[in-house]
């Protein structure tokens, strides 16, 4: 079985092009499969620095079951070392998105059609609704459109066709305070600085750090 694994590490160790091959057995494709996976993984890992000839050493010695040729000592230092340039790199992407934003919203803020709230919620009333004006505690069913500064899409209930209900207190700042000031019926354009949206932390890979967010929201009905 060791003989076994040690070539399988030689075997790891050799491959340069396995573009000829055609994995046709079950186990092949299985283990392309997983390979696949890892691959992608490291693909889509912050660092982009790995060296591939590095990565089939130490796969092949974790599968032979060959102890490490790099110490944990050694390991955890680099491991040290990149996750501060990592962090390092992330600051710096977020103190620019800060930055872009608060530019963003300085412009904007000068449109005649704008209005600027205390809290710093800008927003611009797209069509006036005479309906029930919600409150804190009400429930309400909304469509929205939201995007980046530059125009980039992450969320659309109209790309769903499918509205949106929540709390009025259980969402962003910038939506709690905008919600409370709109009627049924009407839509309103709204740009949320990060404070009011997502903060210095984001949300869940989807909205960056610092994000400053511009969203269309129609107020269809106060639910509750």
Same mark, same amino acid.
């Given at each position: 079985?060791?003989?076994?694994? @040690? ?14 091959? $055609? ?6 494709? =299985?283990?392309?499969? =997983? ?5 992608? /993984? ?5 660092? *982009? ?9 130490? @796969? ?8 490490s ?9 680099a491991?040290?070392? +990149? &996750? /501060? *340039?990592?962090?390092?790199?992330e600051?710096?992407?977020? *103190?620019?998105? !800060? ?6 919203? !300085?412009?904007?803020? *000068?449109? #005649?059609? %704008?209005?600027?709230?205390? &809290?710093g ?13 919600? &409150?804190?505690? &009400?429930? =309400? ?5 939201g $995007?980046f500064?530059?125009? #980039?899409?992450? #969320?659309?209930?109209y #790309? ?7 709390? %009025?207190?259980g ?11 709109m009627?049924?019926?009407s839509?309103?354009r709204l740009?949320?600085p ?6 210095? /932390?984001g949300? /869940? ?8 967010l %511009?969203?269309? =929201?129609?107020?269809?009905? +106060? +639910?509750?």
């Amino acid at each position: 079985m060791r003989e076994l694994m @040690l070539n399988l590490r030689e075997f790891f160790l050799g491959c340069k092009d396995m573009s000829e091959n $055609t994995f046709e057995s079950i186990e092949q494709r =299985v283990s392309y499969g =997983v390979g696949r996976q890892l691959g992608d /993984q490291l693909r889509n890992n912050p660092f *982009k620095e790995f060296d591939v000839t590095a990565v089939q050493a130490g @796969l092949a010695d974790a599968i032979a079951g060959i102890e490490s040729q790099v110490s944990h000592e050694a390991l955890n230092e680099a491991f040290a070392v +990149v &996750s /501060q *340039k990592l962090q390092e790199q992330e600051q710096a992407i977020a *103190k620019e998105k !800060a930055a872009e934003g608060e530019a963003f919203l !300085a412009e904007n803020a *000068k449109r #005649d059609e %704008v209005t600027v709230t205390e &809290s710093g919620l800008q927003y611009e009333v797209l069509t006036t609704g005479e309906g029930e004006k919600p &409150s804190a505690s &009400s429930t =309400v069913r909304t469509h929205y459109h939201g $995007t980046f500064t530059n125009g #980039d899409v992450f #969320d659309s209930s109209y #790309d769903r066709g499918q509205p949106a209900e929540f709390p %009025v207190n259980g969402v962003i700042a910038g939506w709690t305070e905008a919600l409370q000031m709109m009627t049924e019926g009407s839509k309103w354009r709204l740009y949320i600085p990060y404070n009011l949206a997502y903060g210095e /932390q984001g949300s /869940q890979g989807a909205i960056p750090p610092y994000a400053t967010l %511009v969203f269309d =929201v129609e107020l269809l009905a +106060v +639910v509750s």
